[in-house]
């Protein structure tokens, strides 16, 4: 299996947490823009019980994650929406203050990828994510021009029920973008 792209990143606020046979909710989501990219890291505890002098048991047990995404662009409603601030009354002004608290997001895009040399797309969803604030870097055109755009990274978390994420393979990109559309809670009509 080979990957080959990137696409169709969307987000929607997380408002309860899946217990027993219960699925999570969510509020309606939204694109957060045309994907570049999303770098997965996720980080694990690992412990050894050691017998006989070799190990005798071991368990690798899933901590935390991090996602750092990338898109051609963040627009202020989108920065609103995935860190918190809030936006003036005419709705040209972000304000961020110290007090502003990022809420919980699904997260999710999916890979187009290559198995055996058929093209399946493979959906991903990771159920509670809280991002942070991107840092930024800016320089003058040299001659030539150079691209800048937007990074960000969330936290990937455990659920209610101990669930991180969420995955499916299909055979069309169709069916790839309705299932993130259903974790997402957004209409057909709603995406863009």
Known sequence: MALVGLKY????????EGTDKKE???EQGFVVGKAIKADIQINSANA????????????????????????TQMSEDIQTKVLGHKKNE????IT???ADVAPYLGLGFYA??????????????????????????????QGATNFVTPEMSATIMTDAKGDWKK??????????????????NIQASEAV
């Open 167 to 184: 995955e499916e393979t299909f055979a069309t990109e169709a069916e790839a973008i309705a299932y993130l559309n259903k974790k997402a």
């Open 90 to 93: 005419e709705g040209n002004e």
């Open 112 to 141: 187009p990828k290559m198995d055996n040399h058929v093209k399946k797309y493979r959906a991903i969803w990771f159920v509670k994510t809280i991002f942070a604030e991107a840092n930024e870097s800016m320089q003058t055109k």
């Open 48 to 71: 050894y019980l050691y017998g006989d002098d070799a190990v005798a048991e071991s368990d690798t047990s899933f901590t935390d994650g991090t996602v750092s995404i990338g898109t």
């Open 24 to 26: 999570n909710t969510y």
């Open 96 to 98: 961020a203050n110290a």
């Open 9 to 16: 990143m969307v987000a929607a606020p997380l408002t309860e």
